[in-house]
């Protein structure tokens, strides 16, 4: 430990003196035996002025009134933060020594009145709204990646659809759009981002899912950030954390989507939820009174795409490649994609269905 000046001066004119020995001379300041050399070299050079310390430090102290003074701000204005406490007051410390002394205080956790308030919504009844999304890509070892996409309804967050799928194109989201219409009706919103299978990305046109919520008389509501689809960000939180661990080894998509089908149920009908006094999601929803049977279904929600069959008798559709029926070589069919069923349509004729391959 560093002793005060008149200490060392005292023991090192003794050394000097010849009244005390080196070793003497470094147990009574605390020093090796060589700093007291250095000492003795110092004063004798320079007196008194040699043995001062003029090391400079970066740290730079704080009075008792400074600290009064930091405490007292803080305690008038609990959203200054340690950086605005040391511009207001003119000193030249880190924000670190300022921090010290708000937590030694204990403000540092303080909860603040928001300038703005933290605006929560909550449909006000079943099939107000729904929420939809793609949970961003999970990877499962033995089968790649994975994307799952979900309708949620916003006051019960019953989930009505929703299915694993190998890509997040705009048939995968029509899909569940389609199963979840077909069995539980029509909501009055949809809450989705602005992603290029529900929004068109140019200003003027539509996308399908645009073109046919205006069909169905479903109003759109876009999000502009995650924190808005904030209910159906947690149900992805919850997947993540109770299923997708279960199922993580599972080696085909036909398995995960199996497990998911049973886990689902369980979601909706047996876990209950704390924050309805340990209800059900069941309980708190019913099915829309806005039906549509699955013949409008089909008339309204079908997708219809323009493809030329190759010369193997084959059409790529979203990833995927169709057998066609023989005679149709180099001809442009009409392909109509209803549900997970498809369409080969020529001449105004369906001549091939087939199953739509996810």
């Not at 603040?112 to 999970?138: H, M, S």
């Not at 290029?196 to 046109?205: I, M, N, P, S, T």
């Not at 066609?324 to 498809?342: F, M, Q, S, T």
Request: net charge positive.
């Amino acid at each position: 430990m560093k002793q005060p000046i008149g200490k060392r001066l005292e023991v090192i004119r003794n050394l000097v003196s010849r009244k005390i020995g080196v070793g003497e001379a470094a147990n009574c300041l605390g020093v090796t035996r060589r700093s007291i050399e250095r000492y003795r070299q110092a004063f004798v050079l320079k007196g008194e002025f040699g043995l001062r310390d003029r090391r400079k430090s970066n740290n730079i102290k704080l009075k008792p009134s400074d600290r009064e003074n930091i405490i007292a701000l803080k305690s008038t204005d609990p959203w200054r933060s340690a950086r605005n406490i040391r511009d207001e007051l003119g000193f030249l410390v880190t924000e670190h020594q300022i921090q010290r002394i708000i937590r030694k205080a204990g403000l540092a956790k303080q909860n603040l009145k928001r300038v703005k308030a933290i605006i929560r919504f909550e449909a006000r009844y079943p099939n107000e709204l729904w929420q939809t999304d793609i949970q961003g890509k999970i990877s499962f070892p033995n089968i790649g990646v994975l994307y799952l996409i979900a309708t949620l309804d916003d006051y019960s967050r019953f989930v009505p659809s929703g299915r694993w799928f190998e890509t997040q194109g705009k048939m995968n989201v029509f899909y569940i759009w389609y199963e979840s219409l077909a069995r539980w009706g029509l909501p009055d919103k949809m809450l989705q981002d602005e992603g290029r299978q529900y929004k068109a990305l140019v200003k003027f046109g539509q996308a399908d899912y645009q073109w046919y919520a205006k069909a169905l008389g479903i109003e759109l509501i876009w999000a502009h950030k995650a924190e808005t689809k904030g209910k159906i960000e947690r149900f992805w939180g919850f997947v993540q954390k109770d299923f997708v661990p279960g199922v993580i080894k599972v080696k085909t998509i036909e398995g995960v989507n199996g497990a998911f089908k049973i886990w689902l149920a369980k979601y909706n009908y047996v876990f209950k939820s704390r924050y309805w006094n340990n209800q059900t999601h069941w309980s708190r929803y019913s099915p829309s009174q806005r039906q549509i049977s699955r013949t409008e279904l089909h008339s309204l929600l079908v997708v219809e795409e323009r493809r030329k069959v190759t010369r193997e008798s084959t059409i790529s559709l979203y990833g995927k490649h169709y057998f066609v029926p023989k005679g149709y070589i180099g001809c442009r069919i009409w392909v109509k994609v209803v549900g997970n069923k498809l369409y080969f349509e020529a001449k105004n004729q369906v001549f091939h269905k087939t199953r739509l391959r996810f």
